[in-house]
């Protein structure tokens, strides 16, 4: 019987990760279209991936946090709004179960795109936090942690993070 239910457990722990891992692919999928046609559905469909408490922060040091639905929201529709296309790729997902319900994520990332015709690049990291709910895994936190954020004909050499002054100020 003990290792029925041992099997059980390492059955329930593997379908969490997957579900988690879905989760990410979702946020790219939801993030990453023609940005001017993102519709209030994409917004509410973003949001359905979020824990009602949920915490966005676009900084190292949570100066930059959006805290609950409404305030995610409206910096989405800010985000979005300044970008012509996005693409993000999320890698080395690794996964931490504090409790049941509960987990820890920390994930590379790049992005390319353009602004105002502008192509970009971006890469760093993600600092995630979720929960299981009645119906799903979500996110509670999401911290990204930028290397840099930069136009492809300006390269991404240099001191680190150098984000770009003229995008960021507007975030």
């Not at 029925?4 to 790219?28: F, G, K, P, V």
């Not at 305030?71 to 179960?97: E, G, K, P, S």
């Not at 991404?156 to 507007?170: Q, T």
């Amino acid at each position: 019987m003990a290792r029925r239910n041992n099997t059980t457990a390492r059955l329930a722990r593997l379908e969490a990760r997957e579900a988690i891992r879905d989760l990410h692919s979702q946020y790219c999928f939801i993030q990453d279209r023609g940005h001017t046609s993102h519709a209030e559905t994409d917004v509410q469909a973003f949001l359905a991936l979020c824990h009602p408490d949920m915490v966005w922060d676009n900084s190292p040091d949570g100066s930059r946090a959006h805290r609950g639905h409404a305030a995610v929201a409206t910096y989405l529709r800010q985000l979005w709004a300044r970008f012509d296309n996005c693409m993000h790729f999320v890698h080395n997902l690794l996964i931490t179960f504090d409790a049941g319900d509960c987990a820890r994520g920390r994930s590379s990332f790049e992005a390319v795109g353009d602004i105002g015709g502008e192509a970009f690049v971006a890469a760093g990291y993600y600092e995630d936090a979720y929960v299981r709910t009645a119906a799903r895994w979500q996110f509670r936190l999401h911290r990204e942690v930028p290397f840099y954020f930069v136009k492809v004909k300006e390269g991404w050499a240099g001191r680190k993070p150098r984000i770009m002054g003229e995008w960021s100020r507007h975030t």
